[in-house]
């Protein structure tokens, strides 16, 4: 399956002479959007390999990765299981959007203390869920793994090799490995961090080879799902000039930079850019019911 590219209308381009195409993942299905489908395809596969018939994954109260595992694993025949961070949402989660959502498509949930929650990775904290949840498939937090990686080397064509700049958001890391593995040579591939912090770096370092790539750190607007009036401004402006609407967490964060870079000649005259719409549009009702306790202004949906 393959999305589109969109050629983006900005006044800012033409007067930088700098050409900008979106290519829209979040088309790719209406639960399943942009990279979690990437990622979660050869999982799926593997998971059958193994007869295994219950995924098990992480997330939090707005993840996108819990609500897309728990279609996905709902359409191919398995049970899912998702470790939510937030033992308070224990008896609130119904008024959770993203939550709710994930539910209707069978998911169980496990709450967990935010302190129980950063043992994720630890060996004793998984044998403990492999005897509450006998025999399940898991799948990491954000769904990011070497058969991620493969999936997501994917979302780029014979077509995109006529861009200089590859553009993605960066959580976990898995999105942007795969397109370096696949990115040519004559190309950069930028990825904007929605988390504070430069150790994606190391962590993308893991997963590929290669130079031709770099991480901009000065976007990410106070960390993971933070935002600012800056940020919902800028994305309701995008979306009342093209037409396309972007979540909050990533893509939004990540066009914020790329626009600042292009208003700022970070790219030369004739500069073809590429940026990945990674999906996520799921969490923006969520999101406003947080913008609206900060006295905010609200995504226009």
């Known amino acids: 399956m393959q999305s589109i590219n969109q050629l983006v209308h900005l006044p800012l381009l033409d007067k930088k002479q700098v050409t900008l195409v979106l290519k829209r993942e979040d088309l790719l299905h209406p639960y399943i959007s942009g990279n979690k489908y990437r990622k979660l395809k050869y999982n799926l596969l593997e998971a059958g390999k193994q007869n295994k018939s219950t995924l098990l994954t992480f997330g939090g109260a707005y993840s996108n990765h819990i609500a897309a595992t728990a279609y996905a694993a709902n359409e191919k025949g398995f049970k899912s299981i998702g470790v939510i961070r937030g033992e308070e949402l224990q008896n609130s989660w119904q008024g959770n959007n993203t939550l709710r959502l994930a539910h209707e498509h069978g998911m169980e949930f496990k709450f967990v203390s935010r302190q129980a929650y950063r043992l994720k990775d630890d060996l ?139 208003k700022h000649n970070t790219f030369a005259a004739g500069t073809k850019i590429l940026a990945i719409h990674t999906g996520g549009l799921q969490g923006i009702t969520g999101m406003n019911s947080v913008l609206k306790k900060k006295n905010l202004p609200l995504l226009n949906i």
């Open 124 to 262: 004793e904290f998984l044998s403990q869920l492999s005897q509450e949840y006998k025999g399940f498939y898991l799948v990491p937090e954000g769904g990011t793994n070497y058969l991620a990686v493969k999936g997501c080397a994917e979302i780029l064509t014979q077509e995109d090799m006529g861009f200089d700049v590859i553009c993605c958001s960066v959580g976990t890391g898995g999105t942007v490995a795969g397109i370096i593995k696949s990115a040519g040579d004559h190309q950069q591939v930028l990825g904007f961090s929605a988390l504070k912090g430069d150790f994606l770096k190391k962590e993308i370092q893991g997963m590929v080879q290669g130079q031709n790539w770099n991480v901009m750190t000065d976007y990410h607007f106070g960390g993971y799902a933070k935002m600012t009036k800056e940020l919902v401004d800028f994305i309701n402006e995008f979306k009342e000039h093209t037409g396309i609407p972007l979540d909050p967490v990533y893509t939004g964060k990540m066009l914020f930079g790329l626009v600042n870079m292009i």
